[in-house]
């Protein structure tokens, strides 16, 4: 966002009627121009820009640097083609159009639109370069139209004289498909010292390429920042809450298994009662299945978190809100996980087993076997959850 | 403009002009403020009223004007400026027009023409008047052209005659008036 003081040098000669830019060099050289000036003035609103034609009876401002951008199109409307363009009364003209701007703390910029044979010589060219730098002029030269020997080497000549830390620049641009305007809005004449002031540009560019865009959601960060952020945040927000929701849909399916739990347990009991003598073996039988099964989940909230981590950690170099949001999901996640070790610290507790195990008729507490597996409860109490929910879909079947 | 008006100003060749002190005055300090001891000029628009040839200046101002000192014909005269200027000046007073252009001179110059011209599309017959601010003799330190059109054998080709038009430095007074601005 330079704030920046443009002069326009616009060639108005009589090579600028030929058609070889569609549909004539000078529409094609009005567009970009059009351009320029809506670029300008988008990136900062206190920039201005002036116009003046080289050819014709002679040098002519057409308006004075001002940032109304109505005025500068309206006196673009209804100029007439003719004479020679004569560059260096142009660029020096330019120069004291912008001496006199009103804002001193803008830079200064001239823009050449370079159609015609330059009748000038090298030195000549080379030393108006020198006093344009003097002054901390930039010079934009824009090289289109009439290709003539010497032509590129002069205004190359001229560019070197002016530029200054690289703030002037050049564009060739040769006859053919592609419209003068749609070439420049990828030079560096319309996105600046690096700026990204071709928001405006971009945007005209997307429209008029058919919405091709290299900017995520289609929306450029310069024209509209705060709708791209929107749309990057809902983006992450909705990632997190299917994250979410998909761990809470584990979470239920792992505390359904726990509900049923109980169930297989009175199987169990069941089965204690119907068998005396194996009392401890379906135990066992579901406490391996348990394991397995509880195995598997655990690794699912394990892969949980560390995607939780990832995200964290982009959250946290994209979004300071956004990493506030994720923490937000993951405390519910971890809330919930520690739910879950609620469940299971009331299954690790021996006393409580124990009390459900002596109700088992078959299950002698003081048996060693059943002893050591309510040592081993606590950490297989999962596992027996799980190995439920695969006992219960094979009961099932 | 009225109608009427404008036929008088057009019909009629400027005869006497008219300066009122004030224009003096302001063009005098703003050339002693800005340009005082360079070789640069003042230029300004004069605004006042115009009547069976007799051009009655009463009214100025100046506007910023660069020149290359080396190549006369690269200059530069603001009159996106002047329109704003001259648009809020006509709110104060209707019956000012613009009349023509000052120059601090002290003597014509080859670039006046061109800015001479440039006054031709917003008066049909500007009037140049070069104000001399640094006077060596006693009298009137003013000089006043007006632009002929010469028709040279093919082509036409304005020149600028010196046209010793009568200049009178009068104050105002309603005497002066005599009816033609009322």
Request: proline share 5%; hydrophobic share 35%; net charge negative.
């Amino acid at each position: 966002m330079v704030l920046e003081a443009t002069m326009i040098c616009i060639d108005n000669s009589e090579w600028m009627r030929n058609g070889d830019y569609s549909p004539s060099r000078f529409q094609a050289q009005a567009d970009a121009v059009s351009l320029i000036c809506g670029a300008k003035t988008q990136s900062n609103p206190e920039n201005t820009v002036g116009i003046l034609t080289m050819a014709g009876k002679g040098v002519r401002v057409l308006a004075t640097p001002t940032s109304d951008l109505g005025k500068i199109l309206s006196c673009m409307h209804g100029l007439e083609m003719g004479g020679e363009m004569n560059l260096a009364a142009g660029i020096q003209i330019a120069q004291l159009a912008l001496k006199h701007r009103q804002n001193k703390n803008q830079q200064q910029r001239i823009i050449v639109f370079a159609g015609s044979p330059i009748k000038h010589e090298k030195k000549a060219l080379e030393m108006i370069g020198k006093k344009l730098k003097k002054n901390s002029v930039a010079l934009d030269i824009v090289d289109f139209g009439e290709d003539e020997d010497g032509k590129p080497e002069k205004l190359e000549a001229l560019l070197t004289s002016v530029n200054n830390n690289d703030t002037s620049h050049i564009v060739h641009v040769p006859a053919g498909q592609n419209a003068l305007s749609d070439v420049l809005i990828s030079t560096p004449v319309f996105t600046g010292d690096g700026e990204g002031g071709s928001g405006f540009a971009a945007a005209a560019a997307a429209a008029a390429a058919g919405g091709v865009s290299d900017f995520d959601f289609g929306v450029d960060p310069n024209i509209d920042p705060e709708l791209a952020l929107a749309l990057r945040v809902s983006m992450e927000e909705e990632r997190a809450r299917q994250e979410a929701a998909a761990k809470r849909a584990a979470e239920e399916a792992t505390r359904q298994e726990k509900g049923e739990e109980a169930q297989p347990q009175s199987d169990s009991q069941n089965a204690t009662m119907n068998a005396t003598e194996k009392a401890s073996d379906p135990m066992d039988e579901d406490d391996a299945l348990l394991k397995q099964a509880l195995a598997l989940s655990m690794n699912i909230p394990g892969s949980d978190s560390s995607a939780g981590d990832a995200q964290m950690s982009e959250a946290t170099n994209d979004d300071q809100e956004f990493a506030l949001a994720l923490q937000m999901s993951m405390q519910d996640g971890s809330k919930d996980s520690s739910a879950q070790s609620d469940v299971s610290k009331v299954l690790g507790d021996q006393s409580f087993m124990s009390s459900i195990l002596s109700s088992l008729p078959g299950v002698d507490p003081n048996d060693p076997k059943v002893k050591d597996l309510l040592a081993s409860l606590p950490s297989q109490s999962e596992p027996q959850e799980k190995k439920d929910e695969d006992e219960q879909p094979k009961d099932d079947k | 403009m009225d109608v009427i008006k404008t036929q008088q100003i057009s019909s009629r060749p400027i005869e006497k002009v008219i300066v009122h002190p004030l224009v003096l005055l302001s063009i005098v300090d703003n050339y002693n403020r800005v340009a005082k001891d360079t070789r640069k000029r003042v230029i300004g628009v004069l605004l006042g009223t115009s009547f069976k040839g007799t051009v009655d200046v009463t009214n100025s101002y100046a506007v910023p004007f660069e020149e290359d000192e080396k190549d006369p014909s690269i200059w530069f005269l603001d009159h996106n400026y002047h329109e704003s200027m001259f648009s809020m000046f006509k709110r104060i007073n209707a019956k000012e027009h613009v009349v023509g252009w000052y120059s601090t001179g002290p003597k014509l110059r080859e670039n006046d023409l061109d800015i001479h011209r440039l006054f031709h599309n917003y008066v049909p017959n500007p009037v140049l008047v070069i104000i001399d601010v640094q006077p060596k003799e006693l009298g009137i330190p003013t000089k006043a052209y007006y632009d002929v059109e010469e028709v040279k054998e093919n082509a036409t080709q304005k020149s600028q005659k010196d046209i010793t038009l009568v200049v009178k430095i009068t104050p105002f007074s309603p005497a002066n008036r005599s009816g033609t601005l009322a």
